[in-house]
């Protein structure tokens, strides 16, 4: 079992930044990738960002050069620092981790607002 915690939305005028951590406790040893996701209302959720236990990267096209995705050493910990922000980035952001044995876990999300 891996439990997700995440912190760091809020509210936020257009061109600021946020920065997103999600702390991971327990089976962290099974953790292989660690990825953000985000859902607006009506919309379907989406991938934004994922890191994988090697370090490499990948973003979806609507935030490459805007959001960068890391992780801490130890492993159980990956942020997300978004710059630029706009208005289309608002969202509910959820931290999920892939485990060795392909299981899926959410964290329970932050509300990231960003206002025009």
């Known amino acids: 079992q891996v439990q997700l915690v995440e912190s760091g939305g809020g509210l936020v005028q257009a061109g600021g930044s946020l920065r997103l951590s999600c702390l991971a406790s327990?089976?962290?040893?099974?953790?292989?990738?660690m990825a953000w996701y985000r859902q607006a209302p009506g919309k379907q959720r989406e991938l934004v960002a994922i890191?994988?236990?090697?370090?490499?990267?990948n973003y979806a096209d609507s935030v490459k050069g805007r959001f960068t995705i890391s992780r801490d050493n130890a492993g159980n910990t990956v942020y997300l620092q978004m710059n630029s922000l706009k208005p289309e980035d608002t969202a509910v952001y959820y931290c999920k981790t892939l485990t060795w044995s392909n299981r899926d876990y959410w964290g329970q999300g932050t509300q990231v607002t960003v206002s025009s």
């Open positions: 890191i994988t236990q090697v370090g490499s990267t």
């Open positions: 327990g089976s962290i040893f099974s953790i292989r990738n």
